[in-house]
């Protein structure tokens, strides 16, 4: 890893302002309906979140049409920001990019958003072109894997991953139902890149080294989260099994994957978790019995930006190789998303 950025589009509010404007939007919503959406908001642990219009926009109805084309124009200004940063961040011309994973599942185009940022950053006509959408959550981690996988048979190369999520673009008015509730007051806009060198280049780069991955899709379980494309753009749907699922599944899948590298949870010092949600967060730390601390750049992620699905575990990767581990340290990075999917990635300093 040389280096990691992350952007967002300039409208930022603190999470209680989104909840009051957003608690007013839902069409036909009763009161019960409005302070619980307050409620739940109000105890995500987030304090700020980034949209892609300004807040007093939001309770105008847009078509499916009409947001996707909000998102096209947000989604290149954010992606071209965040990849412009970590390129100057890492030392690397933009000529010298072998090949662009890209990630979303909240807005879509063709050509897929990666064709413009090609020619808006300046990579070569011939890059490989790798865009990825509808891994939700999981997608940052999975983009990360599909960068190693490039690498290994091109040790001289360097690859780069952006994940640009505008998941306010889907804010669905006239859907009272929990689930949508729970992403409304959750969920927020950022991207984020990572530029990553080959083997043979391994001395330029200041971040961990990407040792192994695995993705894991869990069968018969795609009732668990997702989304829906309707007349009025994405719909999520979310079951409160999740956090459960993730206790019942996760420790065992983390577990067979470090035992097959000779490690153990107790071998980890640095943990990159995707901040799916507080529920999410507190089963993690029980079920890995994790040290104090061990998810405070989750937690923060979460605090400052709320859940910006795939471009998220991205973020809790920049603030960990900021204030990065000992040398030799061990490092795991997770997401989960819909599939049901687990996502694992060692990492070693």
Not at 247 to 260: C, Q, R, S, V
Not at 280 to 303: K, M, N
Request: aromatic letters at 6%; glycine letters at 10%.
């Amino acid at each position: 890893m040389a280096s990691v950025a992350v952007s967002a589009p300039p409208y930022r509010h603190r999470q209680r302002d989104i909840a009051a404007v957003f608690a007013g939007a839902f069409l036909a919503a009763d009161a019960v309906s409005r302070r619980r959406f307050t409620a739940i908001a109000a105890h995500t642990g987030i304090e700020y979140r980034n949209l892609s219009l300004p807040l007093t926009e939001y309770p105008q109805p847009r078509t499916f049409t009409e947001y996707n084309e909000i998102w096209v124009r947000t989604a290149r200004q954010v992606g071209r920001e965040a990849l412009t940063r970590a390129l100057e961040a890492a030392n690397v011309r933009p000529d010298e990019v072998g090949a662009i994973v890209t990630t979303t599942t909240t807005g879509v185009s063709v050509p897929s958003f990666d064709a413009e940022l090609i020619q808006g950053v300046g990579l070569p006509r011939h890059v490989a072109r790798m865009p990825m959408l509808g891994l939700g959550c999981a997608g940052g981690a999975a983009g990360l894997s599909r960068v190693y996988d490039y690498l290994r048979g091109r040790p001289d190369q360097v690859a780069v991953l952006v994940s640009v999520e505008l998941c306010s673009l889907n804010f669905q008015c006239a859907d009272t139902s929990v689930a949508n509730l729970v992403a409304t007051s959750l969920f927020g806009d950022a991207g984020a890149a990572a530029v990553v060198l080959g083997a043979h280049r391994a001395q330029e780069a200041s971040g961990p080294a990407l040792v192994a991955t695995r993705s894991r899709l869990h069968p018969e379980t795609e009732h668990l989260m997702g989304m829906r494309v309707g007349t009025n753009g994405f719909v999520v749907f979310l079951s409160p099994d999740v956090p459960d699922f993730v206790g019942k599944h996760l420790t065992g899948e983390i577990d067979g994957f470090l035992a097959g590298h000779g490690l153990t949870t107790k071998d980890i010092t640095a943990w990159i978790c995707h901040p799916g949600g507080p529920k999410v967060i507190q089963v993690l730390d029980r079920c890995l019995g994790l040290p104090p601390g061990a998810l405070a750049h989750t937690r923060a992620s979460l605090a400052e930006h709320g859940n910006i699905s795939s471009a998220s575990v991205l973020d809790v990767l920049h603030k960990t190789m900021a204030a990065p581990p000992a040398p030799g340290s061990h490092g795991l990075l997770l997401a989960l998303g819909p599939g049901f999917t687990s996502e694992l990635i060692l990492l070693n300093w």
